[in-house]
Nanobody, 122 residues
Framework: HVQLVESGGGSVQAGGSLRLSCTAD????????MGWFRQPPGKERELVGY????????YYVDAVKGRFAIAKDDTQNTVNLRMNSLTPEDTAMYYC????????????????WGQGTQVTVS
């Protein structure tokens, strides 16, 4: 069983930066893939990107490519989402999620979810 807790959300002006953190608890084999998702107001949850913690490779959707970066810290228990050049379109509830095995872009492909952290860009 894996528990995920996000932190670091808040309000920021357009052009600013934020770093979100996802602290994980539970066996590493169940969280080989760590994804970040977001749900804008009134819209469906969507993938932002993911990190395969075993291979070290990442994937980002086009909307955030070049602005956002996912990385894990040395403890293996925290995965960060660094967000730069934020725009109002990035306003959303941000969630981290985990799954064993290979990563997927599917929202329904992840087994474990955090409670979310709000990011507001104005």
């Amino acid at each position: 069983h894996v528990q995920l807790v996000e932190s670091g959300g808040g309000s920021v002006q357009a052009g600013g930066s934020l770093r979100l953190s996802c602290t994980a608890d539970g066996p590493l084999r169940f969280r080989n893939c760590m994804g970040w998702f977001r749900q804008p107001p009134g819209k469906e949850r969507e993938l932002v990107g993911y990190l395969n913690t075993g291979l070290g490779n990442t994937y980002y959707v086009d909307a955030v490519k070049g602005r956002f970066a996912i990385a894990k810290d040395d403890t293996q228990n925290t995965v960060n989402l660094r967000m730069n050049s934020l725009t109002p379109e990035d306003t959303a509830m941000y969630y981290c999620a985990a799954k064993p095995g290979i990563c997927t872009t599917r929202v329904d492909g992840y087994d474990y979810w955090g409670q979310g952290t709000q990011v507001t860009v104005s």
